[in-house]
């Protein structure tokens, strides 16, 4: 089966857009979604419109559980919108209870086992939502991601890609579609075969003009979310 490996789309759907007409292209049957679905941009409606049709599997990422925080007060709101900006509070405002819910629900982590392999999918790594796996992480760490009888994790959060193999796993991050760190304007992801066990990584170009211009008006106390999708490939900074 071809696979999508999509990870952190943070509202933005004029990425997720052009990524899914892509994967439709190259026979994608179905979806990997490593959260972050919400954060940072504002189109969350637009992102679970277009998710909709596809056949998929969804793990949490941290944004989410920012969403449920902030809705249930045990985080308080100045300060995300200071740090992120308004994409919390927009999708508060804008989604349904039930769409909400579906999202604030979501499990941490799970196991898909397709075509006999055995794939562990989340967000920061297998044991913290919150945990940065960086492909520059030492290999300790990154050796930790490694699970009895797991043949391929997948996991987000860094907005990096990556891959990593072992002699019983392989791990992989696809990088950001919503807001890739190294470029602006590209999301990344992966089409992952799990018939041939193959590892493609993909950079799909998008319009970031209007999202930018978008979150000038929005967000102007925040910068960093526009001058991240100007980007230039030489640039590269964790945040």
Known sequence: MKVAVLSDIHGNAAALREVLDEASKFGIQFLFILGDLVG???????????????????VRGNHEEMLRNVMEKSEDY????????????IALNTLTSSQINSLITLP?????????????????SPWDIN?????????????????????YV???????QFIYYNETSIIVNPGSVGQAREYGGVADWVVFDSINRTIDFKHTSYYAGDLISEVKVIDPHC???????QRKPSTKMKR
């Open 40 to 58: 940072y941009y504002y189109r969350i409606n637009e992102v679970m419109n277009l998710l909709e049709k596809w056949p998929k599997e969804i």
């Open 154 to 160: 997948f996991l987000g959060h860094t907005h990096y």
């Open 108 to 124: 941490f982590h799970m196991v898909v086992k397709l075509d006999r392999l055995n794939c562990l999918l989340c967000h920061g």
């Open 223 to 229: 910068p960093y979310l526009w001058e991240v999708l």
């Open 131 to 151: 945990d940065y796996i960086y492909p520059d992480s030492p290999v300790e760490l990154i050796e930790k991601c490694i699970i009895p009888g797991i043949d």
């Open 78 to 89: 100045q300060k995300n919108y200071s740090r992120y900006g308004s994409a919390i509070n």
